[in-house]
């Protein structure tokens, strides 16, 4: 890669833009978040970009939150998960068995 095409190829920058969308679509405040994510899934032709371009965009954000908690990546995922698990299991979540 030469230093004129940025720092990823343009497969890998592909990606991380699908990702992106799918994310800027599901978040979006006006929206029911189920339905927006499901029609930003179907809106993109390649499945495998934006699974790719959402890991990335997952580790960019660990990268950006350790940076700004003084923590390590890896320590951002792991209360990440633990996140998800609470959220998962708690009584308050409808969900919950």
Do not use: F, H, K
Request: glycine share 10%.
């Amino acid at each position: 890669m030469s230093i004129d095409q940025g720092w990823v190829s343009d497969a890998q920058y592909r990606c991380i833009r699908a990702g992106l969308r799918v994310l800027s679509a599901w978040t979006r405040p006006s929206r029911d978040p189920d339905a927006a994510l499901g029609r930003a899934l179907r809106y993109e032709p390649d499945g495998g970009q934006v699974v790719v371009g959402l890991a990335t965009v997952a580790r960019l954000l660990a990268m950006e939150l350790a940076a700004a908690t003084g923590r390590t990546e890896q320590e951002v995922l792991t209360r990440t998960g633990a996140t998800v698990e609470r959220l998962q299991y708690t009584s308050a979540n409808p969900g919950a068995e």
